[in-house]
């Protein structure tokens, strides 16, 4: 059978899918130590746990879960002696539309996630592990399973793991797969056992107030396997393939009309949205034109092609200057995407042309969130649900005039009055494609 594996594209550069896509890897851990497996838990294991955290910090990893907080600072807040017990949990949710990396890690290299998530627990004094997958990934938690119970049975995990006189045990946690269950607070109720109703930040900051009421840390997949690579490759290394507040290199899973969709690793920083979708990527479909990018899963706000956008850096003399960007040389990193006013998220780059209709491609993400409200707080509950009624029944050609506006007022009325952060996820794409194409939607108000 043909491999659909392709060989790194040259702006690629693969450190965390390196394995995962390469041809003949398995995921035995007879393979994975073949190749150099768990020899940076063995590094880590020699080293101070603050020295490990100052690490991950001095890498400037940023979280690759959606929020992208930086990591090392994360776990700063978990304080080692306060002789409480200490969590950590991995998100393998994995539920934004458009996002589609971390089931590549579980499917093909969980020992990497797991080498990294035993560093992470030597650092912050954590004894017990969690891996909470969505139940529709039946197939990853069967392989993440065998892959704990092959690290314990060669004395990776387990009591006294490696003659360091640490322990740590890990285990799956099939979750229920809802999309609320990726929220790091109701991922937490869920694990204890309780519906997942998100809990309110603060007191509950999951470092402070989390799993059973103690320090608990939410790392998403990718995170934790970057820490296994700064590991490998060494701090300054790592930071210097990103850029200065976004080290390393990011999966894109870019999806939609392109000629070559798929997950790709690069440096962040290192490649524009224009090289992305045009060099990786393939170009767009044959006879096609851009008409708009989603650039971090569907929550972050979609951008217009032909925008631009001021961005300041640094001149020739030092001095701070403005530039106009076009959308194409955006960089794809945490900051120049903040400066143009979305995010990068969870990685999820959304590609539309122009036989796209954007009334419709709204709609259809109404639909998944009105779907997905986990109903605690009341703008969400009714104003989602509300949103989609509406952009349901213009796309059946019953819009009337006030549309765009009521439908403006409810998701302004809906971000930041919720308990978490689903209601921003909810009402920036209804606020921003009204904003980037407000005459598909004034055209189906008539
Ligand atoms: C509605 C909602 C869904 C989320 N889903 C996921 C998810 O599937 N996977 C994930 O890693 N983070 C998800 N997050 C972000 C998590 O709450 C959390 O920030 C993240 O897991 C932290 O990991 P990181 O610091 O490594 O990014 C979601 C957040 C929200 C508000
Ligand atoms: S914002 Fe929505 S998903 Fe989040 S707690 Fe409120 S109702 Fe639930």
Redesign the pocket.
């Given at each position: 059978m043909k491999s659909l594996l392709l060989p790194p594209h040259p702006k690629e550069r693969r450190i965390v899918f390196k394995n995962a896509w390469t041809q003949g890897y398995t995921p035995d851990i007879d393979c994975y130590v073949k190749n150099g497996g768990y020899e940076e838990l063995k590094k880590a294991l020699g080293m101070k746990p603050e020295e490990i955290i100052d690490e991950v910090k001095k890498a400037n990893l940023r979280?690759?879960?959606?929020?992208?907080?930086p990591?090392g600072v994360?776990w700063g807040f978990i304080k080692r002696d306060d002789g409480k017990p200490h969590y950590i949990t991995c998100?393998a949710?994995?539920?934004?539309p458009g996002t589609f990396k971390d089931r590549y890690i579980l499917h093909n290299d969980p020992h990497q996630l797991i080498e990294g998530m035993a560093i992470a627990a030597f650092a912050l004094n954590v004894n017990l592990a969690y891996i909470y997958i969505r139940c529709e990934f039946p197939k990853a938690a069967g392989i993440v399973t065998k892959a704990i119970e092959e690290a314990r049975a060669k004395g990776f995990l387990g009591k006294n793991i490696m003659g360091s006189g640490f322990d740590i045990d890990m285990y799956v946690h099939q979750g229920a797969g809802a999309?609320?269950c990726?929220?790091?607070t109701s991922l937490i109720e869920s694990l204890e056992g309780k519906r997942p109703y998100p809990r309110i930040k603060p007191p509950y900051f999951p470092a402070v107030l989390g799993l059973y009421m103690s320090p608990t840390i939410?790392?998403?997949?990718e995170?934790f396997c970057h820490v296994k690579q700064i590991f490998k490759i060494g701090s300054g290394e790592y930071a210097k393939m990103g850029t200065a507040g976004d080290g390393g290199t990011r999966v894109m899973c870019v999806s939609g009309d392109v000629m070559r969709p798929g997950p790709y690793e690069i440096p962040a920083g290192g490649v524009t949205l224009g090289e992305l979708i045009n060099d990786v990527c393939g170009g767009m479909k044959p006879g096609r034109k851009l008409k708009a990018i989603i650039p971090g899963g569907s929550s972050s706000k979609i951008l217009r092609a032909g925008e631009t956008f001021k961005m300041k850096e640094k001149g020739p003399d030092g001095e701070m200057i403005e530039k106009e960007v076009p959308l194409l040389d955006l960089v794809m990193d945490a900051a120049s995407l903040a400066a143009a006013g979305t995010m990068i998220g969870?990685g999820g780059v959304i590609v539309m042309d122009d036989s796209r209709n954007m009334l419709w491609a709204l709609n259809n993400l109404n639909t998944f969130y009105a779907h997905e409200s986990c109903g605690q707080c009341t703008p969400c509950r009714e104003g989602v649900l509300w949103i989609d009624k509406m952009t349901t029944r213009m796309v059946n050609g019953e819009g009337i005039s006030q549309d765009p506006a009521t439908l403006k007022n409810v998701a302004d009325n809906i971000a930041g009055r919720t308990v978490?952060?689903?209601g921003e996820?909810a009402s920036w794409p209804v606020q921003s494609f009204l904003q980037k194409f407000p005459e598909e939607f004034e055209i189906a108000a008539k």
């Open positions: 979280g690759r879960g959606g929020a992208g907080f990591c994360k998100n949710d994995e539920s934004e999309y609320i990726g929220e790091e939410v790392n998403n997949v995170t969870s978490c952060a689903f996820a």
